[in-house]
Each structure stands twice: as structure tokens, then as C-alpha cells.
């Protein structure tokens, strides 16, 4: 089955400590995204990326970082930069970056103790 | 960005209700809408496009209206499994990265 995974589902991290989570497809999309949920709001976007080896920062950057080496791949890191890590994470992908229907994961709840 | 503004609710329905749901856009420039629904702790998914002329799908229709910039979504007969989080969502091709996705709004039906 086509689709998008996520790992961790649930994902606890130390304050000051770097964390990535993944995203992966298998649906050949060529573009990407990350996203960011907070309770009660809506989704926010933190970087994407069109094609393998290109990606740009979206509304709330600051303290994540991104890399697509593969097509299939864009995985997150959430550094310790990031001042209020602690959200609902959500990978999303679509055909291209024109294209409207994104394709979401399952998501990835991190939580920093 | 400019913000996509919506009714957080709760909508607290009784099965078989009709419910309607407003949003509004504030970038003239928005090019398509969306209403993609959320269930609690899951991932959104797309429920339907908004266009124009309008769209129905069985019990789901969505509006847009441009002149006054904004979109509804009206649920007929309401069926228990439709309690979840509806975000609305314009789409502006020009700005790159597209989607913008409103708060949501969150429906509840009851028995």
C-alpha cells in the first residue's frame, strides 16, 4: 500500500537534547513538508522541500532542520534550539509543489520532559 | 501569511441535524479552498475542494464566495462518525509552499 510513515508515534526527549524524527514515502511524490500542531491550533509549516537535495524554510523555522537526500526521505531534527518543542508533529507530501492535495502521516507526538 | 479564520466551536449536534460551518480568507489572492477534516490525535484528510459553482458530496456541500471571502461547509443528516475537527484551507499556487490552514472547527454529534 501507497502511503506515509512517521516513527516515533510518541517521542520523549530531555530538555537540551537534539531529536529526529522521520518521514518516509513511497508514494513518488516529489515534494515534501513538515509541519507543526499545537493544542487548539491549526497547522503551522516548518520547512519543505520540492525536490531531493533542495528545501526551504517555512513559517516557523527557527530550531529545526530538515534534509532530503533521497526522494523518499525528509527527516526532521528538532534541535535544542527550539524553545517550546513539545507538539504534534505531521509529514505531509504531494506530487509537486504546485499540486494542492498534501498527503499526511500519522503524525509524531513529542514530548520534552 | 494572511490568516484563514474559523468558528473553533464546539458544535454540539444531535444525530441527524443539518450543521453549517463558515470560514473566512483574507488574501484576495487565495486561488482554491479546502475542507479537510481531523480526527482527535490523527492526521487531517481531505474531505472536499471548494469551488466556485459549489460542490456537493452526499451529505457534505461547500460554498465559496468570493465577493464576500468566505466558504462554508454544510453537513446534513449527521451521523455520529462525523465528530471531528474540520480545518479549513486556501490555497494561494504563487506563494510556494500553498496550503494555509485555518484552527478548525470542532463538531461534536451527539446520540
Known amino acids: 500500500d501507497g502511503g506515509i510513515t512517521q516513527s516515533p508515534k510518541y517521542l520523549f526527549r530531555k530538555e537540551g537534547q537534539n531529536v529526529t524524527l522521520s518521514c518516509e514515502q513511497n508514494?513518488?511524490?516529489?515534494?515534501m513538508y513538515w509541519y507543526r500542531q499545537d493544542p487548539g491550533q491549526g497547522l503551522r509549516l516548518i520547512y519543505y522541500s520540492q525536490i531531493v537535495n533542495d528545501f526551504q524554510k517555512g513559517d516557523i523555522a527557527e530550531g529545526y532542520s530538515v534534509s532530503r537526500e533521497k526522494k523518499e526521505s525528509f527527516p526532521l531534527t528538532v534541535t535544542s534550539a527550539q524553545k517550546n518543542p513539545t507538539a504534534f508533529y505531521l509529514c505531509?507530501?504531494?506530487?509537486?509543489?504546485?499540486?494542492?492535495?498534501?498527503?499526511f502521516g500519522p503524525g509524531t507526538r513529542l514530548t520534552v520532559l | 501569511r494572511k490568516e484563514v479564520e474559523q468558528d473553533p466551536g464546539p458544535f454540539n449536534v444531535p444525530e441527524g441535524a443539518t450543521v453549517a460551518f463558515n470560514c473566512t480568507y483574507s488574501n484576495s489572492a487565495s486561488q482554491s479552498f479546502f475542507w479537510y477534516r481531523q480526527d482527535c490525535r490523527k492526521e487531517p484528510k481531505l474531505l472536499m475542494s471548494?469551488?466556485?459553482s459549489g460542490n456537493e458530496d452526499g451529505r457534505f456541500t461547500a460554498q465559496l464566495n468570493r465577493a464576500s471571502q468566505y466558504i462554508s461547509l454544510l453537513i446534513r443528516d449527521s451521523k455520529l462518525s462525523d465528530s471531528a475537527t474540520y480545518l479549513c484551507?486556501?490555497?494561494?499556487?504563487?506563494?510556494?509552499?500553498?496550503?494555509?490552514f485555518g484552527k478548525g472547527t470542532s463538531l461534536l454529534v451527539t446520540p
Open positions: 505531509a507530501s504531494s506530487i509537486g509543489l504546485g499540486a494542492w492535495e498534501q498527503f
Open positions: 508514494l513518488n511524490h516529489d515534494a
Open positions: 471548494v469551488y466556485s
Open positions: 484551507v486556501d490555497f494561494i499556487k504563487p506563494s510556494g509552499y500553498a496550503l494555509n
